[in-house]
């Protein structure tokens, strides 16, 4: 009987695949390839490697056909979930598909085959790009232009924070208070603390937005800036945001805007007009660059005028016909991000918009408004949805009633993967109690939407009148809900004890 390269298990009604370690496929003498014997001299390992350097053991790899090899990495890499492959609904996290196709323009031998060290004579047509691309994000924002060296959203937020503090000790004061909303994303604060500010927080109102009042009675001559998220994390439009940004620049603070939710505006509002002055933008979360697996990323930080002056150096300039750095720029906070930025990324984010062009850009925003208005109705009538009766690109849900059932929202989560689904973002943001938040962007079809509530639907039907099952899911994938705490702080990556 022939030993299959992974083992067939049964976890409740459902039959899963679990895989094999390469080194249980291992046969002696077997191999993936062979080389013809070496036609020049040969000398002795000894004579070329120092002895320090040299194994005493001989190495414990695995010998294994080329096949195995590649039927095993394929069938791990389809263990892992991805917007590939399922629909990925994570809340401000915009997880949408990304077009192939920028993925082979930035491996262009042009793009791929550039040092940073070549000297910008031979650097023009990347300059050229970077150039373009700067003036297309910044008509996109309402800006007056943009720095692409941030490699991160956060990034560009700690950048923002400083050109904040540059923009006041110019004028001869030193501001110490940032204002964020309760509602922010967790950066907002780490981003402005490790610039040495302090943190206000202003509350939201019972409508999930600013309160205006409050945030009248923190703002002082002391605040450098209000960092603000509109949307907001909980998928609502700050219709104030004209008179709150009257209330900052009554002050002379700056408006600065977390850029991660510029999906919802995109051409239909820019947040130059509103009154915003600094802005950094996800480009994996709006403008279609991988997601996730710790980066490369790209968060490029978009100024209005007056603090053009402190964005990072150098910058690129076109003059007569041609591009070149500048760096003589006296009040810039300097370089921070070794040559311009990650390049790879902003390739694939200047190949998306040149395909989708202006009339792309609004049907992406007008999408993602209405796919997320139509998921939240679906489900409307059988979860809790406590702030908003319509919705921007995301909306969040509560699941607190489900509490006198034992069923927490981490539960609902992981029953979700029994039925094809990632879960949304989960206890985020902090407002609201027990929060799923949902985001099914522009890409998704109303079939996936549909699927979707109806799995939602059932499991909410689940947690009334069968919760164990809850309880013990998920009960379809090669690992069970494990001890979180204890596998983040001592991680066992060896399949033979996970698996039990």
Request: glycine share 8%; aromatic share 8%; charged share 25%.
């Amino acid at each position: 009987m022939a030993i299959r390269p992974y083992e067939i298990q049964w976890q409740g009604n459902c039959q899963i695949m679990l895989e094999k370690l390469i080194f249980e496929k291992s046969s002696p003498g077997r191999m993936a390839y062979s080389l013809p014997e070496c036609d020049v001299s040969v000398k002795p390992i000894e004579e070329l490697i120092p002895e320090r350097f040299l194994r005493t053991e001989t190495a414990e790899l695995p010998e294994v056909a080329e096949i195995d090899v590649v039927r095993h990495f394929t069938r791990l890499s389809q263990l892992n979930y991805s917007v590939d492959t399922n629909f990925y609904p994570l809340g401000s996290c915009t997880m949408k598909y990304n077009p192939k196709v920028n993925e082979d323009v930035s491996g262009y031998d042009g793009f791929a085959n550039l040092h940073p060290y070549q000297n910008q004579e031979q650097c023009q047509g990347i300059l050229h790009i970077l150039y373009e691309f700067e003036k297309i994000v910044a008509e996109i924002c309402g800006m007056d232009t943009f720095t692409l060296q941030p490699a991160a959203g956060a990034h560009g937020e700690f950048i923002g924070m400083l050109i904040s503090r540059a923009y006041h000790l110019k004028k001869g004061r030193k501001r110490i208070k940032i204002i964020i909303p309760d509602s922010a994303h967790g950066t907002n604060p780490a981003s402005a603390a490790m610039c040495g500010f302090n943190i206000v927080e202003v509350k939201s109102n019972k409508q999930g937005l600013i309160d205006i009042e409050e945030l009248k009675r923190n703002i002082d001559n002391d605040v450098a800036a209000l960092m603000l998220t509109n949307p907001n994390t909980l998928g609502l439009f700050e219709k104030d945001i004209l008179k709150i940004a009257e209330i900052v620049h009554d002050v002379d603070a700056l408006l600065y805007l977390d850029g991660a939710n510029m999906d919802a505006l995109l051409g239909i509002a820019r947040p130059g007009d509103m009154g915003i002055d600094i802005l950094h933008l996800n480009l994996h979360k709006t403008f279609s660059t991988p997601h996730g697996g710790g980066g490369p990323g790209a968060g490029p930080l978009g100024v209005v005028k007056k603090l053009a002056p402190f964005l990072p150096a150098p910058r690129i300039v076109k003059k007569h016909g041609s591009y070149k750095w500048q760096c003589d720029l006296p009040d810039s906070i300097g370089r921070v991000k070794p040559f311009y930025g990650n390049i790879g990324v902003i390739i694939r984010a200047y190949a998306y918009l040149l395909s989708i062009g202006s009339e792309g850009l609004r049907r992406i925003g007008e999408s993602a408004l209405i796919n997320a208005n139509y998921l939240r109705k679906k489900i409307s009538d059988y979860v809790e949805i406590p702030y908003g009766k319509k919705c921007m690109h995301e909306f969040v849900a509560s699941t607190r009633k489900l509490k006198t059932n034992g069923i927490t929202t981490l539960d609902i989560a992981k029953r979700l993967l029994d039925y094809g689904f990632h879960s949304p973002t989960i206890y985020f943001p902090l407002i609201v109690e027990d929060a799923l938040m949902i985001e099914p962007t522009e890409t998704e079809t109303k079939e996936t939407l549909d699927e979707f509530a109806e799995a939602i639907i059932k499991i909410l039907e689940e947690a009334k009148n069968n919760p164990e099952i809850l309880k013990n899911a998920p009960h379809t994938t090669p690992v069970s809900r494990l001890d979180e705490v204890q596998a983040a702080r001592k991680p066992n990556l060896r399949w033979q004890k996970a698996r039990g």
